[in-house]
């Protein structure tokens, strides 16, 4: 792209090399009012982008590199290209997305139904009986092993307290469901970056309806289960989710923001014949966002959306596994940022197996057998008359059981599935909860 100053100069001279062609067709004294036209066209995007009042990084147009012309060729998917562009204050973004699909020492995800390679299996039966332990991720020798199903439009990658467990085999389409499979002890935290691909690079955008630039939408969800087959957690609005790329953005003057809240969801989603020169926002990732520590308190809630909204009733990768997806004593919901569509670069983070009540602190452990058949004793060391209130949620935080002044043993008269639970326990001592395994089997 020329620069303003080099084109206005350019202008100039053609003006005075031409001077007598202008005299022939107006006269001279309208020169300076051409001129400044001229300049004024010159200026114009440099004036649109000042208007633009947030903190990312603002890009106009279509990538200006190619790295990776198409990262996956599969029959009846769309092309998967990797490019960068140049933002406004001279740093340069991978568009769409700076992803570890390349590198081979991030181990892949399973098939759970994957046309572009053939492994379309029809349920999660058929598709766990294809692996044979390979795949599992090791991260704690003592832990047990989670499945986890995925259902990402387009792509994902995952981390489990830090450490790479699975990525995506298809960047963009075809439409395809995985199975990360790892051993951890529980709590674990949950870190995973989304990408909504893109066939105009860095405009966020495709061909669709006629129309060239548009844009398209994301959504994930995901569904965690222990090595019993126990839902131990999904996911849903209690996620955070953090957007670090949008586009595309017609107007600078609409995009906001509210501490970390990068707000988007009222700016025009429209499709265009000729988005070419839309803008797009990026901001930095932090190098250890897949982190076990990583603080990411100042972050929004994740967004739920429903399956129409995004689009996956006609999709087999989603509608052959509905038992898993949308179990319906846990049903897993699509999630992402606020904005669904011009949101295309996002991670979520997650705690799986962990209250969220942040005033809890960890005790000793009070309640016995673990595991149990639904009866709950105390420890001897602690007097029942101090007990005060017992409450049962599941590990997605619902509230299951809540009763004040408990007697025990505590018959548990719940029809629940056997699983993890978590029991928390408050007494004239403090408060304290601990994971309880119920199994009635």
């Not at 053609?14 to 005299?23: A, E, G, K, P, V």
């Not at 001897?380 to 004040?404: F, M």
């Not at 001592?429 to 199994?439: I, K, V």
Request: negative net charge; hydrophobic residues 40%.
């Amino acid at each position: 792209m020329i620069k303003p100053k080099v084109m206005i100069f350019r202008l100039i001279s053609m003006l005075h090399s031409h001077h007598c062609y202008f005299r022939r067709v107006i006269s001279l004294r309208f020169c300076p009012f051409f001129i400044l036209l001229f300049i004024g066209v010159a200026i114009l995007p440099s004036t649109l982008i000042a208007q633009y009042k947030g903190t990312a990084s603002v890009s106009q147009g279509k990538a200006t590199s190619i790295l990776n012309a198409n990262l996956l060729t599969c029959s009846g998917g769309r092309v998967a290209g990797l490019g960068t562009i140049k933002s406004k204050d001279s740093l340069l973004w991978t568009v769409p997305a700076e992803t570890q699909f390349a590198n081979q020492n991030f181990p892949w995800a399973s098939d759970l139904n994957n046309v572009c390679n053939g492994n379309n299996f029809k349920n999660t039966t058929e598709a766990l009986a294809a692996l044979d332990g390979s795949d599992i991720v090791t991260i704690d020798s003592d832990g047990e092993v989670v499945t986890a199903f995925v259902f990402a439009d387009n792509y994902f990658e995952m981390y489990v307290n830090g450490i790479a467990v699975g990525k995506d085999k298809v960047p963009f389409t075809q439409f395809n469901s995985s199975i990360v499979r790892f051993k951890v002890k529980l709590p674990f935290v949950i870190a995973m970056l989304l990408v909504d691909w893109e066939e105009n690079l860095g405009l966020g955008s495709e061909l669709n309806g006629g129309f060239a630039y548009h844009p398209g939408d994301g959504g994930m969800v995901a569904v965690f289960k222990n090595s019993a087959g126990n839902i131990i957690g999904k996911t849903d609005k209690t996620w955070k989710a953090q957007t670090f790329y949008t586009s595309p953005i017609t107007d600078l003057t609409c995009p906001t923001e509210n501490g970390q809240n990068r707000i988007s969801d009222l700016c025009s989603a429209a499709d265009s014949k000729d988005g070419s020169q839309f803008y797009a926002l990026h901001w930095p990732i932090p190098k250890n966002w897949m982190g076990k520590d990583f603080n990411d308190a100042g972050w929004p809630a994740a967004v739920e959306y429903s399956n129409a909204v995004i689009g996956v009733n006609n999709k087999p990768a989603y509608t052959n596994f509905v038992d898993v997806f949308d179990d319906v004593k846990s049903d897993g919901q699509f999630i992402w940022s606020s904005n669904v569509v011009l949101d295309n670069e996002v991670v979520v983070r997650t705690v799986i197996g962990e209250s969220s009540s942040a005033y809890l602190e960890k005790g000793n452990t009070l309640l016995y057998p673990n595991p149990n058949n639904g009866i709950l004793c105390l420890q001897q060391n602690q007097p029942p008359a101090n007990i005060e209130r017992l409450r049962i949620l599941t590990l997605e935080n619902k509230l299951l059981a809540d009763v004040t002044n408990p007697k025990f043993p505590f018959v548990l008269d719940l029809d629940i599935e056997d699983g993890l639970y978590l029991a928390i326990i408050d007494s004239n001592l403090g408060s304290g909860f601990q994971l309880m395994e119920f199994n009635r089997h």
